[in-house]
């Protein structure tokens, strides 16, 4: 079982910038690929970013060249940079676990709130 506990969201306005930070229990962090996800009222939710246990990266198509997701192995965290946000970026981030296998296992944060609104 892998605990994840976001951090970092909030309220600034179109153009403002804010990193989340997503802290990960357990010992197996570096195997896992990480991604961060998001739910907009009213919509389904995406795929924001990922990235593989090797550092390769995949971004969703609308937030290329805004968005940047990192690792820091050493501390368990995966971080998501979040720059140029505008009002169509404001959802619930959820930080996601994926240990790929013959079965692949998933977990869930609690999620955190960005608000992007003048």
């Known amino acids: 079982q892998v605990q994840l506990v976001e951090s970092g969201g909030g309220l600034v306005q179109p153009g403002e910038s804010l990193n989340l930070s997503c802290a990960a229990s357990g010992r197996a962090f570096s195997f896992y690929t990480m991604g961060w996800y998001r739910q907009a009222p009213g919509k389904q939710r995406e795929r924001v970013a990922l990235i593989l246990s090797d550092g390769i990266t995949s971004y969703a198509d609308s937030v290329k060249g805004r968005f940047t997701i990192s690792r820091d192995n050493s501390k368990n965290t995966v971080y998501l940079q979040l720059n140029s946000l505008k009002p169509e970026d404001t959802a619930v981030y959820y930080c996601?676990?994926?240990?790929?296998?013959?079965?692949?296992?998933?977990?869930w944060g609690q999620g955190t709130q960005v608000t992007v609104s003048s």
């Open positions: 996601v676990a994926f240990q790929v296998g013959l079965t692949t296992n998933s977990w």
